[in-house]
């Protein structure tokens, strides 16, 4: 009996593992079919939360900075219009002259003798003149009452008028040879300030001679000439004819080679009326007030110019604004329907508002007033999501309200 017992018992041993797998898996099986309905009702996820900037038209004056090259307002080579020895210098190299200043004596001696010699000349001819007058008179008197001849009356008056003619080219003469006095003091024509001396005393020179003695350059007020590319000049002056901008003044600022914003303002006074062939550039000139004489020909500068209005500009923080695989510009909007709509975008040049930095691109194509940009939480939505679009500096301070930034870190500010 013993040994039956347990044959009987065994099974039964054997019987509950299996039991409990069977109901662990019925259990599993029925929590799974419950939970079903539940993953079903959330396979809609729920909207991300993301800072937008909701774009809007404003004015904006449209600048263009270029670069160029300072040019003196006035230039003058000094170069001798007689020859000889230059006796002296009478300047000071780098120093101001005035028109008229004496800067070179030429030796004046040849010329000197010159003009006495045709003053001699004018005082001869002086002397023939009255003589000339006085038998001319006496044979008007001899005519009258028919003691001479028609012909020795004429003959008389031919020599008068003859005599008056020497007188008129011995003044002539007289001051031809003042003018070469003259000239052997070289002066100079025009205020502003002189470089340096190319000759010295002792120097031999000769009248209108290639080497310039010395240069003269007004700096007060002073030329910035710049270069522009045609293509961009044809672009500008289409937008002004069609009205898509408003003409803006001829305002001209200056940043210099150190990076410093030059105090004065310039204004644009021309535009070169043919392009460079070689370049295909076309130059502006604007002229600017150089009292302290700060700005020196030849200095590299970069002017900022007033192109043109703008009153309908779409501008859209940098932030906001990405690059694709194909280098487009794109950008993410939250439309009507709450979802994440993908742009391309067409952005021109950048733009700063109101005198801060530069970090608003201009928008031209693609995004329109009223979109919602989305300029915070990029990276946590994809097009075709849901968003709750929430105003950027609201997003901002929930954020740093939440997670504030570390010491000594700026937190983020939002553009307007």
Not at 74 to 92: N, S, Y
Not at 105 to 112: G, K, L, V
Not at 172 to 191: F, H, R
């Amino acid at each position: 009996m013993s040994s039956s017992n347990s044959f009987f018992q065994k099974p039964r041993a054997l019987l509950k593992p299996v039991a409990a797998a069977l109901l662990g898996a019925f259990l599993l099986q029925a929590c799974t079919e419950a939970a079903a309905p539940n993953v079903a009702q959330g396979a809609a996820p729920a909207p991300v939360e993301v800072g937008v900037v909701t774009l809007a038209p404003q004015q904006i004056t449209l600048n263009t900075e270029l670069p160029g090259r300072t040019v003196a307002w006035q230039l003058a080579e000094i170069r001798p219009q007689v020859g000889g020895i230059i006796l002296k210098r009478l300047f000071t190299e780098g120093a101001d002259v005035k028109a008229g200043d004496t800067l070179y004596q030429i030796d004046p001696a040849t010329f000197a003798a010159a003009k006495q010699s045709a003053a001699a000349a004018l005082a001869r001819a002086n002397a023939n003149l009255q003589q000339a007058a006085a038998k001319a008179s006496r044979y008007q008197k001899m005519i009258q009452q028919r003691l001479i001849s028609q012909q020795d009356f004429d003959e008389v008056a031919a020599q008068h008028e003859q005599a008056k003619a020497d007188v008129l080219a011995a003044k002539a003469q007289l001051q031809s040879a003042q003018i070469q006095l003259d000239y052997s003091k070289v002066t100079a024509p025009i205020n502003g300030r002189i470089g340096k001396s190319a000759v010295t005393a002792g120097a031999l020179v000769s009248a209108n001679q290639a080497q310039a003695l010395a240069v003269v350059q007004q700096l007060d007020p002073i030329y910035v000439e710049v270069t522009q590319s045609s293509a961009e000049l044809l672009k500008l002056k289409q937008a002004l004819a069609s009205g898509a901008l408003g003409a803006a003044g001829t305002a001209v600022s200056l940043q210099l080679e150190d990076g410093s914003t030059y105090q004065h303002k310039g204004r644009l006074q021309f535009s070169e009326v043919s392009v460079d062939a070689s370049t295909g550039s076309v130059v502006l000139r604007a002229e600017f007030a150089n009292p302290d004489q700060l700005l020196l020909p030849g200095m590299y500068v970069r002017a900022t110019l007033e192109t043109g209005i703008n009153t309908a500009a779409i501008l859209a923080p940098q932030r906001g604004i990405s690059r694709n695989a194909k280098g487009e510009a794109t950008a993410l909007v939250v439309n009507a329907a709450g979802t994440v709509e993908p742009r391309l975008v067409k952005a021109s040049r950048t733009v700063s508002v109101n005198g801060g930095a530069a970090d608003q691109w201009l928008v031209e194509e693609g995004l329109a007033a009223g979109d919602q940009l989305i300029v915070e939480g990029l990276q946590k939505v994809r097009p075709g999501a849901p968003a709750k679009a929430v105003p950027f500096n609201a997003a901002v301070n929930s954020a740093t309200a939440t997670n504030p930034a570390p010491a000594g870190q700026n937190k983020a500010t939002g553009a307007n």
